[in-house]
């Protein structure tokens, strides 16, 4: 009863929230209309929505573990559903998939596939056996069925290794929305962002990201519909691009055809051919080459006169130079390889991979990401805050479902952005560029160049930055500027939503399950909390410490992480609650195993050339997940069997009636 | 208070309905990705069927077999009366 009365209102109160949020658009829609410049409309996005979710994380503050820890476990399943799809879908999600998928086609749906159908893996093997158990972290959940710190301490580290890459990268998306929409260097918009996150999750912990992270599901998802529905209405007629993209697909399909045949960009291509292999000459050179370039460009600068209008491009060319041979190699093997793309004709969008190889690597890349997904802590902690086991099953279909609205609108995008690409802009003149080409093409996010001097643009003479497809949609689709501004709203809510649920994720992984757990248990509740909240803000300044540095390497960790989670958690996890027969040695055994053949391939395959049959290191679990299996079932059938306990507290959580066997539920 | 013989025919219920979902999930995953290029000599609604079943398709039957696993799991749950207290 009081359950119910709790969910109703909550149903209420975020009715009239996304009813505010429209009439915030609406208002300020009016007001662009009526001249108030874009800086303001910026402002008002960023700074109004932090507004809400501080003001939900206040209202949210809490000193109280349970609430803390796992929101007081009132969470009705529907909000639950909402607030993992927010935790779940990152910056990357929001603003480069759609990228992705135009630049990919078919080979692109591995991450539309393997990000939701994960979901059913984690509802049908660990999430409603998880929320039985009922504790607080999935450390937790590995002591209690392995029994031993060193289990747990297993748990930890590869819990914070996980995360904390992940973490840095949400901060990073934060900063670059930031410093794009308020127009301040990255580098301190980084600390802005952080702003952002600390002000949902540092007073209420779990309660208050659970509740913010429902306000920023809504602002996300309005945000990336709007556009989409707008251009898709511009091109087929039909306002929902989801239904209307079949033949939008079809017309891609006959383009690209005859792009493959069409001279001129066959001329083209012949251009991109010869410059990588430029390039290609430039790199074997180095480092003299390197001296060379910079020589030249000195030279040159010193030639001209102080007031020649080419002085200022040199100059620039100069900083952005590459500052060491090292770098020029990094650099120039990254022009290398796209200009060979670009130098190969179009592949069909639709058609899936052709070869063995192709379909073997797009199936691996599928699983590992599916696996991933099921194994990612922050993503696994929040089926312990639903009220009941079955609020807990019916929560994690929630989430599909709120996700799923966005992963099936991210394939139209692409399909709409590339077939506006084909339709409005090859075969185009360039004195008739569109306008968004300009504006984004001075952001550095569309490049086109008349390669082959012919004054008409060729498809093979464009080059856009996966980000722009999500970016650049509104003004392709001629929308005001107040829906741009409410994009970088809604690629900033799932970049904070993200890094919240991290950030709780690592402090909790510290806090309780390292220190409270393994260091000094005889603390008290609050402490606990208090320590935690001391810890959150550590943790925070240093991902934003680290994040000002842009490393290129964050954002290729952040795909490892799948299948480091894959290699490590999720076969502890399951083999945990379906094998009654597995112990710890065999667990031990299969997470350590597991988590060294798949960074072992990682490291390999990133800095030493190691390549097994094509597989990417992102898709290093394809080894790691049998790798920990394999061994942990091996190991755990010649080691003795768990006590009687154990196999007692397995039999337990397969129930939902009655008690968790073996340990006392505590506070 | 059930009798042990009780408890496995439910956990032999639970485990069967969880292999025809994962069965299943695979079938619409990977099985539909190994015949994608089979699929997409289909039109359906303008779609090539292959991309089709990468980009929604596949993604409609998870959340399908989700609603349908909750459904009958909540069954299993009542018809042995081990539904939460």
């Known amino acids: ?667 | 208070m059930l009798t042990k013989e009780q408890l496995s025919r439910y956990w032999g219920k639970v485990r069967n309905l969880t292999i025809i979902v994962l069965v299943l999930w695979a079938l619409a995953s990977y099985g539909a990705a190994i015949i994608a290029g089979f699929l997409n000599k289909i039109t359906v609604i303008g779609f090539p069927l292959g991309y089709y079943m990468g980009a929604q398709g596949s993604l409609i039957t998870f959340i399908v077999l989700l609603i349908v696993y909750n459904k009958k799991m909540d069954a299993i749950d009542d018809e042995f009366g081990v539904k939460e207290d």
Not at chain 1, 345 to 369: H, I, Q, R
């Open chain 1, 1 to 667: 009863m009081e359950r119910e009365s709790f969910a109703s209102r909550l149903r209420k109160v975020y009715a009239i929230y996304t009813g505010g949020l429209l009439l915030f658009l609406i208002v300020l829609g009016i007001a662009e209309q009526l001249g108030l410049p874009a800086t303001y409309i910026g402002y008002a996005f960023v700074f109004g929505t932090i507004l809400v979710y501080a003001t939900i994380g206040i209202i949210s503050r809490t000193g109280q573990a349970a609430e803390y820890y796992v929101a007081g476990r009132r969470v009705p399943s529907v909000f639950n559903g909402m607030a993992t799809a927010a935790d779940w879908m990152s910056a990357a999600s929001f603003i480069s998939m759609a990228g992705a998928l135009y630049h990919q086609g078919y080979n692109g749906l591995a991450f539309i596939m393997g990000w939701t159908g994960g979901y059913v893996l984690l509802a049908v093997l660990i999430a409603p056996y998880l929320r039985k158990f009922g504790q607080y972290t999935i450390p937790d959940f590995l002591e209690a069925r392995y029994g031993g710190k060193l289990v747990r301490l297993v748990g930890v580290i590869a819990a914070i290794i996980v995360s904390f890459a992940y973490l840095i990268a949400q901060v990073t998306g934060a900063g670059i929305i930031m410093s794009r929409i308020i127009g301040i260097p990255f580098e301190a918009a980084v600390f802005f962002g952080l702003l952002g996150i600390l002000v949902c999750s540092f007073l209420g912990g779990m309660k208050a990201v659970t509740w913010t992270q429902v306000a920023q599901y809504i602002v996300l998802i309005i945000a990336y519909m709007i556009p989409v529905f707008a251009i898709s209405y511009k091109q087929t007629g039909i306002p929902f691009p989801q239904l209307a993209y079949g033949q939008v697909l079809q017309s891609i399909e006959t383009k690209l055809a005859s792009i493959k045949e069409d001279p001129k960009e066959q001329e083209v291509r012949q251009i991109w051919k010869r410059k990588a292999e430029e390039i290609d000459q430039k790199i074997k050179a180095l480092p003299a080459s390197w001296e060379e370039g910079k020589r030249a460009l000195e030279e040159k600068l010193n030639t001209l006169p102080a007031d020649d209008p080419e002085r200022a491009k040199i100059e620039k060319a100069l900083k952005e130079y590459p500052k060491s041979p090292e770098e020029a190699k990094a650099k120039w093997s990254e022009d290398k390889k796209r200009a060979e793309d670009m130098s190969k004709p179009p592949k069909s969008y639709v058609a899936p991979p052709a070869d063995v190889k192709g379909m073997v690597n797009f199936l691996a890349l599928t699983f590992c990401l599916m696996v991933g997904t099921a194994g990612l802590p922050h993503v696994l902690m929040r089926f312990y805050t639903t009220p009941t086991i079955r609020e807990a099953r019916t929560s994690a279909g929630w989430a599909l479902f709120f996700i799923l609205l966005l992963y099936i609108t991210a394939p139209s995008y692409a399909a709409l952005s590339r077939n506006e690409v084909l339709t409005n802009l090859v075969g185009k003149a360039f004195s008739e560029l569109p306008a968004w080409v300009a504006k984004w093409g001075s952001a550095g996010l569309i490049k086109i160049q008349d390669l082959n001097g012919d004054g008409v643009i060729q498809f093979s003479e464009i080059i856009i930055h996966p980000d722009a497809v999500v970016l650049a949609t509104p003004e392709i689709a001629g929308l005001p500027y107040v829906i741009s501004a409410f994009i970088a709203a809604g690629g900033f809510a799932a970049a904070l939503s993200t890094a919240d649920g991290l950030l709780i994720t690592m402090s909790n992984a510290i806090s309780h399950d390292l220190y409270y757990k393994i260091i000094n248990p005889n603390i008290s509740p609050s402490t606990r909390v208090k320590i935690g909240k001391a810890l959150l803000l550590v943790i925070a300044l240093i991902a934003a410490y680290i994040a000002s540095f842009r490393l290129g390497i964050i954002v290729d960790i952040v795909a490892w992480a799948f299948s480091i989670a894959a290699s490590s958690f999720f076969p502890a996890l399951v083999l945990g609650i379906w094998d009654k027969r597995m112990n710890k040695q065999g667990a031990i055994a299969g997470m350590v195993v597991g988590l060294v053949v798949a960074l072992t391939y990682i490291i390999g395959n990133r800095f030493y050339g190691l390549e097994i049959y094509g597989i990417k290191a992102i898709a290093a679990g394809i080894f790691g997940i049998p790798a920990n299996f394999v061994v942990a079932l091996v190991v755990s059938r010649i080691t003795p069997p768990p006590n009687k306990e154990t196999q007692e507290f397995v039999d337990s959580l397969k129930y939902p009636k009655g008690e968790v066997a073996h340990i006392k539920a505590e506070d």
